[in-house]
């Protein structure tokens, strides 16, 4: 096929980029070549749009063993032990077809993972659909959640937290992001740079089909009418040959035998040989003949570009080849010596005798495009005051019990009850609570990790929404007992040539990384995900953080649930009311204008160390932390969870009782102490300079809040469990 200007622009390549491309090589490329730079230059794989404005993420602190630039993050938990840690989107191959998109987005992270050495220990994801009454949410939830499970469950990795959500702007483009935790011995971590001459590189894994071809491209470009037509693009996993591949190349990492291995993920062979050659400033050369594959007569081009799933590739040291291959002949998995590395410093691909790719690699590279596009800053929207007169006609148990039902709050037992999170036994913590939690296995430290997201209020305020995913991330597990150590993040967007989009990507970046430089919560690995939009209309900016800390001692792990009645119930930090962008006021109200709440990062802080150090003194029995829904549905959560009660004092404020009730300020715990422990717990946050409220005690079945305002757990409880399960139902 002779390669023209048109043929690039149907590959997703800009003209002017394929002008580059052609001065690059000082020729024009053929069909092969063109698929490789496709590849390796889209918005996925070469992040041309987003790398700029990432450099500016902090990425190093005193636990971080490895940040950005490799297949995961890895964090220091000591005794020897790291944690490798990662979120990954996969957005649109999910909602082409959301059961293998969502299963082949679980174990392409679980390859990140475990190409590093760690045997994966846990599973989270972040997923985001349209509003209930779309008439492709109920199919797509369904398919997504049974996608998820059916690849986690099938490995034998626990998922033991997750975040769900649903907006109208996620109507015509849903979001999947799916995150994996490993261990892994900090001396047995293994890395992507490739090293020495003529060293062998060795395919192993499943063969290589037609699947999945150009998926790194369908998810660098928006949504048309044509979207059915992408169907060929969607992976397809098998979850029972990943986890024969996870035992293979674990053996394999046991001996001395890996120079460098990386998993054939977005854009397959290309990437993953490209990646490791550019990393060890080195060449690659490939026989394509030797490539295993399952269809015949596949061609360069395709046998270059698969997604297949299940493969690896490996740098293997000279004379390591037949020991490593009896590994994966047990495992029954295909073995293949495909080329070698050279001092060429150019990907050079072979084919029925003939030669037919000759690529420099840092064309591919180092000489990717990087673009400042234009953005547009954001304003903070003037703060709404919501009139008094909306509130005097409403009653307080009525506003609960809507709030508890609503899709964004209510109880996601549905979901998780269909994932396994207690398979490899460790699971201390399972889904509902603030984090998930898993001991290391044969000894008395455990690993938390939270996914959060908060598309509402970066729409509202990027900047302010960027901080405050992380601050929510941080609280989460500090609720647990955990001390925050860091953060993998998945960013997702519009159009990036749009100039608001490009501003909302902009101004969440630099929030995140506001907020994690100030609590020492660096990021340490990530995905940028673009283009989440069709015909034009995107998601609301999308930032998810996925939060990893460590307990040291699991029996000091905290849960929500009350426990004792007659204990004592303090709020954490200052309750101002705020209800701009607060759930009451967009669901309640109707009212969706206004500023998001107001971060104060010296609070958020000084607030989550001192409860650390109330967690440590044996002093906390429950605590759980206020955002979506402000106190009252905190408290609801922990009655729920205890089976228990509260009686309520009436606060001692200014603000009306629905500001106080239902008001999103940030930075705020709830905790439930004893009550001989009040004296000695008050000091404490009296000498952190920590702002406290006594706001009641726990009773048997109730909550109370005045004599006109009571309701029983039981009723609040059906409230909150019973709207998914009915909807999923019908």
């Known amino acids: 096929m002779i390669v023209n200007e048109q043929i690039a622009i149907d590959h997703g390549l800009k003209k002017d980029e394929y002008v580059k491309i052609c001065k690059l090589l000082k020729r024009i490329p053929n069909i092969t070549e063109l698929g490789i730079y496709s590849a390796m230059w889209n918005e996925h794989c070469s992040y041309k749009s987003s790398r700029l404005h990432l450099k500016k993420l902090p990425t190093k602190g005193k636990r971080v063993i490895q940040g950005p630039g490799e297949n995961a993050g890895v964090i220091d938990i000591d005794d020897n032990d790291a944690i490798v840690f990662k979120i990954e989107s996969h957005n649109h191959p999910s909602f082409i077809e959301p059961y293998q998109g969502a299963a082949t987005g679980v174990g392409g992270i679980m390859r990140d993972v475990f190409t590093m050495g760690a045997r994966p220990i846990a599973n989270l994801n972040s997923i985001h659909f349209g509003t209930t009454q779309h008439k492709k949410t109920k199919n797509l939830l369904r398919g997504v959640v049974h996608g998820i499970g059916g690849y986690g469950n099938c490995m034998g990795v626990p998922t033991i937290a997750g975040q769900t959500n649903f907006d109208n702007s996620y109507n015509g483009n849903i979001l999947v992001n799916a995150m994996t935790l490993g261990l892994v011995k900090k001396d047995k971590i293994f890395y992507s740079k490739a090293a020495g001459l003529n060293k062998p590189i060795i395919y192993v894994g499943s063969k290589t089909g037609r699947d999945g071809i150009h998926g790194a491209s369908m998810a660098s470009a928006s949504f048309d009418e044509k979207i059915e037509e992408k169907k060929p693009t969607v992976q397809v996993g098998d979850p029972f040959t990943e986890k024969l591949l996870l035992e293979a190349c674990l053996e394999l990492m046991a001996g001395d035998s890996i120079i460098a291995i990386q998993d054939m993920g977005a854009a397959g062979l290309t990437s993953s040989s490209i990646e490791m050659a550019s990393k060890g400033n080195l060449g690659i050369e490939i026989n394509l003949n030797k490539v295993p594959c399952r269809e015949s007569k596949m061609t360069p081009y395709e046998i270059m570009l698969s997604e297949s799933q299940e493969r690896m590739l490996i740098v293997l040291e000279n004379g390591k080849e037949e020991q490593a291959k009896k590994i994966f002949d047990k495992w029954n998995l295909d073995f293949a010596i495909i080329g070698k590395t050279t001092e060429s410093k150019k990907i050079e691909l072979f084919f029925d005798n003939e030669q037919v790719a000759d690529i420099p690699i840092n064309t591919l590279v180092e000489n990717s495009p990087m673009y400042n ?50 398979v490899m036994g460790d699971t201390i913590q399972k889904p509902g609570g603030d984090s998930g939690v898993v001991r290391v296995h044969g000894t008395d430290k455990a690993v938390a990790a939270s996914v959060d997201s908060s598309a509402v209020y970066c729409s509202a305020h990027p900047i302010s929404g960027g901080k405050q995913i992380v601050c929510e991330s941080w609280r989460n597990l500090i609720s647990v007992g955990a001390k925050p150590i860091a953060i993998t993040n998945c960013l997702n967007f519009g159009n990036p040539e749009n100039e608001e989009n490009m501003g909302e990507f902009v101004e969440c970046v630099e929030g995140i990384s506001e907020a994690s430089s100030y609590l020492e919560f660096p990021v340490v690995s990530g995905n940028v995900s673009f283009y989440n939009q069709t015909k034009n209309i995107g998601i609301k900016p999308t930032p998810t953080i996925g939060g990893v800390g460590l307990i040291k001692d699991y029996k000091n792990m905290i849960t929500m649930d009350l426990k004792k009645i007659n204990n004592i119930l303090l709020i954490i930090g200052k309750t101002e009311g705020h209800l701009n962008q607060s759930i009451f006021a967009r669901e309640i109200l109707n009212e969706k204008n206004g500023p998001p709440p107001e971060i104060n990062l010296f609070n958020e802080k000084n607030n989550g160390e001192t409860l650390l150090k109330l967690i440590n003194k044996n002093f906390i029995k429950s605590a759980h932390d206020v955002s979506l829904g402000g106190i009252i549905t905190a408290l609801s959560k922990m009655c729920i969870k205890g089976n228990k009660g509260v009686t309520l004092k009436k606060p001692n404020y200014l603000i009306n009782q629905f500001e106080f009730f239902f008001g999103e300020d940030q930075g705020r715990y709830i905790i439930e102490i004893e009550k001989d422990n009040f004296n000695d717990v008050t000091k404490i946050l009296e000498k952190n300079s920590v702002h406290y409220d006594n706001i009641g005690v726990v009773n048997e079945n109730s909550i109370i809040i005045d004599k006109k305002s009571k309701v029983t757990i039981d009723e609040i409880t059906k409230s909150n469990t019973i709207w998914l399960k009915e909807y999923m139902s019908k």
């Open 373 to 422: 596009r234009k953005w547009k800053k954001s304003k903070l929207p003037k703060k709404n005051i919501i009139k008094k007169d909306d509130l005097k006609n409403l009653k307080i148990i009525d506003v609960l019990k809507k709030i508890l039902s609503n899709s964004n709050i209510c109880s996601k037992e549905w979901i998780w009850q269909q994932y396994d999170h207690t």
